[in-house]
């Protein structure tokens, strides 16, 4: 049915998977018919450049991500880096050593050379350690890009043309480490819909599809929803793009101590 069929599991929240957890997740997964899985390291993992990224979170260090992957090749799963180049990174700014690198809230300052050189040891860092030349660059739910440093150095810009100048520069990045990156599609969506990102009908503005650099993939997550008219627009809206395209479901498990498995069955059947 699929031609990739993974796990995203997530390292950045709560905790982080010991060697021993993480292999037997693997076990399973090659167990299940599943060819990938995704370690999602907002930062926790080792950039030998900055020592305080991920400091004191349990991150993985090189040589536990070299030891997952060869086990993970073992078995036939492809363990895919997946972290984050935008946003989402709050924890690295609880150290005054990543300041000057925020924009706002939990946000990378886009046009610094310094971000840039951060993002560029964290690939540099994945490419060290994984054989997968896929990456999951992240870059979801940047609310308020440009609303901060951004907006005092440059003045106000739209938040589509700061994402896609961006998108650019870090694609040169990884085209320069052999990467094949992948993004969450979310913010194509607010960019164009004053913030949503499901939505039953619109279209995104073909200025902004244009500008989307060939290579990459899009990955529409939705966790949420069962309405098929909606699916089927949002399905619609990322093959516009005109570009390889990944959906994300979601198992339920970060809205309290139990997993919901009716919620996570009734979506994904719908989906």
């Given at each position: 049915r699929f031609h990739m069929l993974c796990y995203m599991a997530d390292m950045s929240r709560n905790a982080v998977f010991n060697i021993k957890s993480c292999k037997r997740m693997i076990r399973y997964l090659a167990l299940m018919g599943y060819d990938s899985m995704m370690l999602y390291t907002e930062d926790t993992y080792e950039i030998p450049e900055y020592p305080y990224f991920g400091r004191m979170r349990g991150r993985f260090s090189q040589a536990e991500l070299r030891e997952l992957?060869?086990?993970?090749?073992?078995?036939?799963?492809?363990?895919i880096p997946c972290i984050q180049a935008l946003a989402h990174l709050n924890c690295i700014f609880r150290w005054p050593a990543f300041e000057p690198l925020q924009d706002v809230g939990d946000i990378l300052l886009v046009g610094d050379e310094k971000t840039y050189q951060l993002i560029d040891n964290a690939?540099?860092?994945?490419?060290?350690?994984?054989?997968?030349r896929r990456i999951n660059l992240g870059m979801d739910e940047a609310h308020r890009l440009g609303l901060g440093r951004y907006?005092?150095?440059?003045?106000?810009?739209?938040?589509?043309?700061?994402?896609?100048?961006?998108?650019?520069?870090?694609?040169?990045?990884?085209?320069?480490?052999?990467?094949?990156p992948m993004i969450w599609s979310d913010m194509f969506f607010r960019m164009q819909f004053?913030?949503?990102?499901?939505?039953?009908?619109?279209?995104i503005s073909p200025d902004v599809m244009e500008k989307v650099p060939e290579g990459l993939t899009l990955i529409y997550w939705d966790?949420?929803?069962?309405?098929?008219?909606?699916?089927?627009?949002?399905?619609?809206?990322?093959?516009?793009?005109?570009?390889?395209?990944?959906?994300?479901?979601?198992?339920?498990?970060?809205?309290?101590?139990?997993?919901?498995?009716?919620?996570?069955?009734?979506?994904?059947?719908?989906?």
């Open positions: 992957d060869d086990y993970a090749d073992r078995f036939g799963i492809e363990l690939i540099k860092s994945c490419a060290a350690c994984f054989r997968s907006l005092i150095r440059n003045g106000y810009e739209k938040r589509s043309d700061i994402m896609l100048k961006h998108l650019d520069r870090v694609m040169e990045i990884c085209r320069a480490n052999g990467f094949s004053n913030g949503g990102y499901y939505v039953s009908e619109g279209e966790y949420y929803n069962k309405s098929e008219k909606l699916l089927n627009h949002m399905v619609h809206c990322h093959k516009q793009f005109d570009r390889p395209v990944v959906f994300a479901g979601g198992a339920w498990k970060w809205s309290g101590f139990a997993p919901h498995n009716a919620k996570s069955l009734s979506v994904s059947e719908a989906q």
